[in-house]
């Protein structure tokens, strides 16, 4: 019996080990057209069975819209647009729940913007090239 209860303990337990929450949310809210980004980073191999099941959105800690999902079309990341009306100041949460255990949450403050500016992208300074010395001429030995 004792066998038995291990093999079976064996058998079931790499199906949990690819089980795992979502890894990161990156929101952005669009002011003028009151539209919430969410992308969540999410890595599945079977984005049928494991994928994001559920997002919940909170403003201001009130919950304002759950909803569900039936998989995940991009096997890294899921994303979507959300309709959610918020003025400038307003703190919302998002939470994801993964469908084989574990979530993750995120909040972002809206700001009077209609779009965050991008951050400026860091350019590369460019050093001179050390001081190269012609190869001597092969042509040229003295005689």
């Known amino acids: 019996m004792k066998k038995y209860l291990l093999t079976m303990l064996l058998l079931m337990w790499p199906l949990t080990a690819g089980a795992h929450p979502p890894s990161g949310i990156l929101l952005t809210y669009d002011a003028d057209s009151k539209v919430l980004h969410v992308?969540?980073?999410?890595?599945?191999?079977?984005?049928?069975r494991h994928h994001i099941r559920k997002i919940t959105i909170y403003r201001n800690g009130m919950e304002v819209m759950s909803k569900y999902f039936h998989q995940q079309i991009d096997p890294a990341k899921f994303t979507q647009d959300f309709p959610v009306n918020a003025e400038a100041g307003d703190v919302l949460k998002i939470e994801a729940f993964s469908t084989q255990g574990g979530s993750l949450e995120e909040t972002l403050t809206v700001s009077g913007d209609a779009v965050p500016e991008a951050p400026p992208v860091p350019t590369r300074s460019i050093r001179p090239a050390p001081d190269v010395r012609e190869p001597p001429d092969v042509y040229s030995w003295p005689r």
């Open 39 to 48: 992308d969540v980073s999410h890595v599945s191999r079977d984005h049928i």
